[in-house]
């Protein structure tokens, strides 16, 4: 089993930034591919941006191309989404994920997942 908690949502005007860490217990984190997704009321849980065991290759979806900065450390188990230029559109629950496939962006693919947090942008 892998429990995942994340941290570091809330409430932020357009144009800023914020961190969203998750951090990992129990089986070895660097033997998983490590994903964000996000999910905004009324719609379906999307991908945001995975990256492989080593950290070493990255993946994001288009829209969050340049503003949003996936990374890992292995040593603290704890994966991090860093997000600049935050837009109202980007208003979501943020949900970090686990996998042992090589980071792929279906959410089924995933078998652990964290409770979420929350990130709204005000215009």
């Known amino acids: 089993q892998v429990q995942l908690v994340e941290s570091g949502g809330g409430l932020v005007q357009a144009g800023g930034s914020l961190r969203l860490s998750c951090t990992a217990s129990?089986?070895?984190?660097?033997?998983?591919?490590m994903a964000w997704f996000r999910q905004a009321p009324g719609k379906e849980r999307d991908f945001v941006a995975a990256v492989r065991m080593s950290g070493g290759s990255t993946d994001y979806v288009d829209s969050v191309k340049g503003r949003f900065t996936i990374s890992r450390d292995n040593a603290k188990n704890t994966v991090y989404l860093d997000i600049n230029s935050l837009k109202p559109e980007d208003t979501a629950v943020y949900y970090c994920?686990?996998?042992?496939?090589?980071?792929?962006?279906?959410?089924?693919?995933?078998?652990?997942w964290g409770q979420g947090t929350q990130v709204t942008v005000s215009s």
């Open positions: 994920a686990a996998t042992r496939d090589p980071s792929p962006r279906t959410a089924q693919a995933y078998d652990y």
């Open positions: 129990g089986r070895t984190f660097a033997g998983f591919a």
